[in-house]
């Protein structure tokens, strides 16, 4: 059996000796995935390409970016923190003044529209062009970016082929009316008539069952990814493993779970590296490295056309994260 922490550990190392190049690739596959037409999925970062100036990312934003990479390289699965601790985010975190300039559209931090910090965002330009887009342009970002990922997602769900099509209504088009007892960033019904979701996705009571029970995920795996197939001796009730074939001491794989106690299997399915010795049911402690190329992409599985929409858009996904890491598999293997 491989001694999962060793050969952990020799991976993280060389990937966080090479991160640069881990974050080049991070954004170009991100382009990628852009210009596929998966826009759903990315609608925050295209409203800051669109409305901010350059540059998008700046020399420090950079550093930063490369810093929370090597901290997610060290976390360890179902860890909440990491080995590594970047002294440069410290001192972010710790002294607004020393992110002086930061630029980073990708990271800009919590932004003031948003409220869920008193701290000044790190990206100030990001911050001053949201809200000035806002009072003088009359576009809310938050609101706007929303009405665009639910109207992209009725989009991109129409690239399935083996579930029923969604349901929903159509919603009308309302004059946008001001509440004058309330501010304007928080005029809710005033900004959902200005960024209008076109059409509201419906769920039926009986797709349910196809995001708390496996047979849906399994059979949509079946067509959409034949070359990782279910590893039941190694899954559980909770946890849904498809090991990708072939030979050799590791393997890739995909794994759908139920997180924090949740009914629901969770979206998107995460890209692991197990031992191809595993026999018995797979646990944190057993997964030798699990994916840190992207963000935390959001999830809008509504029932069985969802679910597939999203292991459309993850899958072929997933296969391009594996090519990129290969090299570094094999480095490891050479060892």
């Known amino acids: 059996m491989t001694n999962v922490g060793a050969v952990s550990r020799e991976l993280q190392t060389i990937l966080s000796e090479d991160v640069d190049h881990l974050l080049d690739s991070m954004l170009g596959l991100m382009e990628q995935d852009i210009n596929d037409g998966w826009r759903v999925f990315y609608a925050r970062e295209l409203w800051f390409v669109k409305h901010l100036p350059p540059p998008l990312i700046n020399e420090l934003g950079r550093s930063c970016m490369t810093e929370r990479l090597r901290e997610s390289i060290w976390r360890r699965p179902g ?23 930061y630029r980073n559209y990708l990271e800009p931090g919590t932004l003031s529209l948003e409220g869920w910090s008193s701290a000044p965002a790190w990206d100030q330009v990001a911050d001053m062009v949201t809200v000035q887009e ?21 989009e991109a769900c129409h690239r399935g082929t083996l579930t029923p099509p969604l349901l929903g209504v159509a919603n009308d088009e309302l004059q946008p009316v001001r509440n004058p007892a309330l501010r304007l960033r928080d005029d809710v019904q005033y900004w959902r008539a200005v960024h209008r979701v076109v059409w509201s996705v419906v769920m039926n009571a ?5 995001l708390v029970k496996p047979e ?17 001796d190694i899954s559980t009730t909770k946890r849904l493993i498809f090991v990708q074939q072939g030979s050799g001491d590791f393997s890739w794989a995909l794994m759908i779970d139920k997180t924090s106690g949740s009914p629901d299997f969770r979206y998107p399915p995460q890209l692991i590296l197990i031992d191809s010795g595993t026999k018995k049911k797979l646990k944190d402690e057993q997964i030798i490295f699990q994916n840190v190329i992207g963000k935390q992409f959001p999830s809008f599985a509504k029932g069985p056309r969802g679910l597939e929409t999203e292991l459309l858009f993850h899958v072929p996904r997933c296969r391009k994260l594996i090519d990129i890491y290969q ?8 060892i």
């Not at 009986?206 to 196809?210: G, K, L, M, Q, V």
């Not at 849906?216 to 039941?232: G, K, N, Q, S, V």
């Not at 090299?327 to 050479?334: A, F, L, N, S, W």
């Open 79 to 101: 860890q909440e923190h990491s080995a590594y601790q970047s002294s440069l985010l410290q001192e972010c975190r710790a002294q607004p003044q020393s992110r002086q300039g």
């Open 134 to 154: 806002m009072e003088s342009k009359h576009r809310h970002m938050l609101f706007e970016v929303r009405a665009n990922q639910e109207n992209w997602y009725v």
């Open 206 to 210: 009986d797709d349910y069952p196809a």
């Open 216 to 232: 849906c995920t399994l059979e949509l795996m079946r067509h959409i990814a034949p070359d990782f197939p279910y590893a039941a």
């Open 327 to 334: 090299p570094y598999i094999e480095q490891v293997r050479r």
